[in-house]
């Protein structure tokens, strides 16, 4: 199941989406974690030191080697070059499975605490001023349209901060979507961009509230979102004690918390899968990027990559021998 955390800059987004990663590495159940925010700390969250943290390699800096892999013998893409991140997976694309044995996981894939941590990287000092981030994001949404993960496994994204993920179809890419929104006008005003902006794409989302400390904050949240206020966050001494750096468990979380995160993957799990509309999407997407900009860039029509036929899904799997990459 593919989760995203989103919310405002500073709600705790990459806090929640560590936890959770904790919270189902415990389970002993495969899970893959990615750090897709411009602000590069899941790693440190999930109890790296900064220095091993950065020195996973980014996958924002290999998008030419990752398409090359992914796209693997499909005729309608003809390099890597032509490949842009919408493009869709067809007949004879590389398909991925969670931490699966092939050159993807093997080259960007680092285990912290029983998951995979997986991450797109900083700006280097030639991209500052001149690129934006979607550049690195592209590689998270290509390994997510060609990632086939199935029941009780996971892939917990930290995404960018805001509304940004609606610059590209990647925000249709998940199975559940869970926003973290602090108890202020300002917590919930990513909220209603989200329920604006994903009015029309049957996007599945939940608020988990955050730094809550009183019933007036609890009733504020719920006045505000409703029905989509899945539960909430309180203030925890041990999370403040995991951001000081000092030693920190699960069990160390107080009861309500841990409840949240067991009520977070409930969530998740009695969500239905739909690999049809995951198709559908990609392809509704592509063929927008195709018209915006990307047939003009590639000076193709990009939209003849499109394979009517095929349907993602666990019956798309081939056996294949995985290629070397770079």
């Known amino acids: 199941m593919k989760i995203a955390f989103v919310g405002k800059g500073g709600s705790g987004k990459t806090t929640l989406s560590s936890l959770l990663v904790r919270h189902l590495s415990a389970t002993g ?28 390699l980014a996958m924002g800096a290999h998008v030419t080697e990752i398409k090359e892999y992914l796209r693997g013998t499909n005729h309608r893409i003809g390099s890597a070059q032509a490949m ?49 981030y979607h550049s690195k994001t592209g590689a998270v949404e290509l390994y997510l349209n060609h990632l086939i993960d199935e029941a009780g496994e996971y892939v917990v994204v930290d995404m960018t901060a805001g509304a940004e993920s609606f610059a590209s179809g990647m925000f249709t890419r998940f199975d559940m979507t ?32 955050n730094k809550v400390q009183s019933d007036e904050d609890v009733a504020f949240l719920r006045d505000q ?4 206020l899945l539960g909430w966050f309180v203030q925890s001494p041990a999370v403040r004690a995991m951001e000081q750096g000092r030693h ?3 069990d160390d979380l107080e009861e309500h918390n841990r409840n949240l995160l067991a009520n977070l993957q409930a969530a998740v799990d009695n969500h239905p899968r739909d690999w049809a509309k995951f198709t559908r999407q990609a392809i509704e997407f592509h063929y927008k990027n195709a018209a915006a900009w990307a047939n003009r860039a590639t000076g193709q029509d990009l939209t003849a990559q499109i394979d009517p036929d095929f349907v993602m899904g666990p019956q798309a799997l081939t056996a294949r021998q995985p290629a070397p990459i770079g």
């Not at 440190?44 to 943290?53: Q, T």
């Not at 202020?184 to 988990?208: C, H, I, M």
């Not at 979102?225 to 989509?228: I, K, M, Q």
Request: glycine share 12%.
């Open 29 to 56: 159940r495969p899970v893959m974690a990615i750090d897709a925010d411009i602000n590069q700390h899941l790693g440190e969250a999930l109890g790296l030191a900064p220095a091993d943290s950065a020195a996973i």
């Open 84 to 132: 842009v991140k919408t493009t869709p997976p067809g007949q004879g694309s590389r398909l991925l499975r969670p931490g699966g044995d092939d050159p993807v996981h093997q080259r960007f894939a680092r285990p912290v605490g029983g998951a995979h941590l997986m991450v797109t990287g900083p700006f280097s000092e030639d991209e500052l001023g001149v690129a934006c």
């Open 178 to 209: 869970f926003l973290v929104a602090e108890p202020t006008r300002k917590g919930v005003s990513v909220y209603r961009q989200w329920t604006q902006y994903a009015a029309d794409y049957d996007v599945a989302l939940a608020v988990v509230g």
């Open 225 to 228: 979102v409703g029905e989509d």
């Open 248 to 250: 920190f468990d699960l």
